[in-house]
């Protein structure tokens, strides 16, 4: 596809239960973020990876949150024991990745809206 | 702690008119600074980028400020159109495009 693109679009989950969320990059791309954005808030860095590099995970807020990133390309963001102020948007975007081309247009998903009951 | 201050409350203006969105950060010196357009249920989309050393960025009917020393940027839409309405994000950036995002201006422009 043209465009990043997230999985599921929805999720309705009961507390304390695992979820997993799927982003699929541009093709390309080798940088790839992902945020969380609570309603009306700001989106909220959580991790970032770029190619072959160690993941910046200073954003994860427990670490019931994790994030993998398979062979370059789809990155899965996976929390475990979900609470209720877990739900939230989760967006993932990606960018071309060009090491020192700082400023460089982050492209978003559509994001997965998590709701934990 | 970095931090950055938008407009929380809608702003509403008359279609034709110009709008003016703020956007202000602390305790930090970002190389640059991005705006992004959300609309509602929809992932950010970038609009303009304005780097340290520019003072003003214009794109069609948009145009961004930077003043570094006053830790500010504006964002101007001229000419507004209904089709303007959604919440527009500032994100000033540096390193390797670790972007902070303010919460964000909702705008709505009345016909």
């Known amino acids: 596809g043209a465009g990043v693109s997230q999985s599921p679009s929805n999720k309705v989950t009961e507390k304390g239960k695992d979820v997993e969320l799927r982003c699929d990059p541009i093709s390309g791309h080798t940088a790839l973020y992902w945020y969380r954005q609570s309603l009306g808030q700001g989106l909220e860095f959580l991790i970032y990876f770029q190619g072959n590099s160690a993941p910046d995970k200073s954003g994860l807020p427990s670490d019931r949150f994790s994030a993998e990133r398979t062979g370059g390309s789809v990155s899965t963001l996976t929390i475990q024991r979900t609470q209720q102020e877990d739900s939230a948007v989760y967006l993932c975007?990606?960018?071309?990745?060009?090491?020192?081309?700082?400023?460089?247009?982050?492209?978003f998903g559509p994001g997965t809206r998590l709701l934990v009951l | 702690s970095q931090k950055i201050e938008q407009n929380s409350e809608a702003l509403n203006i008359q279609e034709g008119k110009t709008a003016t969105l703020t956007c202000n950060y602390t305790?930090?010196?970002?190389?640059?600074l991005q705006w992004y357009r959300q609309d509602p249920g929809r992932g950010p989309v970038f609009l303009l980028l304005i780097r340290e050393n520019e003072k003003e960025k214009r794109k069609e009917r948009l145009k961004v400020t930077f003043d570094t020393t006053l830790k500010q940027s504006l964002f101007h839409i001229t000419a507004s159109q209904p089709a303007d309405s959604a919440t527009y994000l500032c994100a000033p950036g540096g390193g390797y495009n670790k972007l902070i995002f303010g919460a964000g201006t909702r705008l709505a422009v009345h016909p």
């Open positions: 305790n930090y010196s970002p190389a640059y």
């Open positions: 975007a990606t960018s071309g990745g060009f090491s020192g081309r700082a400023g460089e247009t982050q492209y």
